[in-house]
């Protein structure tokens, strides 16, 4: 059973730093990983996907790794912002879902 | 492009009770996911549904349940309702097609179910 974690549960910046939030998974057979944000009470905004094949994808600020064989994904955003302050969680495969990471960017 | 579109967003219903949330998908997506969130066990899959059929389902008792109509509408139902089902009931659409291709899904603001 895919198992997915993510470290670590919250994280508190300021403004203007780089950033990593990491990913890992226990089944190395996945499809694809996906890095999701989401507001309070709000519904999961898709960030980025990368296909199995793939080993990164970047959209604006923020860039996502893929390693499959060592079952770790990480999602890299640069220069954060106040903006940035929400939970990411990465999902896998058939969507499993990581716990989150809840992150607070201060200005 | 319109998203993810899910009626009630907010709900009140007691034990025992049962209700019906509603998920219209993006137009073109035919694959339609369910998912509870709770602070507790986090966000879970429930079921997915592909061309009107249940494809996959997650690790729920049978009193959850769902259907989707012929133009890729999704409906699920809760019934008996209990305290633990007090959740944010997500649905999310995508272009997959096949049972191993997973597509980018896109996500509905989602329902608060409370159940008092």
């Known amino acids: 059973k895919q198992e997915v974690t993510q470290i670590p549960a919250a994280l508190s910046v300021p403004e203007g730093e780089n950033l990593v939030l990491n990913c890992s998974f226990t089944d190395s057979a996945i499809y694809n990983l996906q890095w999701f944000r989401q507001d309070p009470g709000k519904g999961l905004t898709s960030l980025l996907l990368i296909q199995s094949s793939q080993r990164e994808q970047t959209s604006g600020r923020l860039n996502a790794s893929l390693d499959k064989s060592s079952g770790r994904s990480t999602l890299y955003i640069a220069a954060s912002q106040p903006g940035d302050s929400a939970t990411y969680l990465c999902?896998?495969?058939?969507?499993?879902f990581g716990a989150g990471t809840r992150l607070t960017v201060k200005p | 492009k319109a998203g993810v579109t899910q009626t009630p967003r907010y709900l009140i219903k007691t034990r025992g009770q049962q209700v019906t949330l509603s998920c219209s998908p993006i137009?073109?997506?035919?694959?339609v996911s369910w998912y509870q969130q709770t602070p507790g066990q986090g966000l879970q899959f429930l079921f997915e549904y592909f061309s009107e059929t249940q494809r996959n389902k997650g690790n729920f008792p049978g009193r959850f349940s769902g259907r989707q109509f012929s133009n890729s509408r999704s409906e699920m139902n809760v019934s008996t309702l209990e305290l633990g089902d007090s959740a944010l009931y997500l649905c999310?659409?995508?272009?997959?097609?096949?049972?191993?291709?997973?597509?980018?899904?896109?996500f509905g603001p989602g329902t608060r179910l409370t159940v008092l």
């Open positions: 999902a896998v495969g058939d969507m499993r």
């Open positions: 999310a659409s995508s272009t997959k097609l096949g049972l191993a291709d997973y597509n980018e899904q896109f």
């Open positions: 137009s073109g997506h035919r694959s």
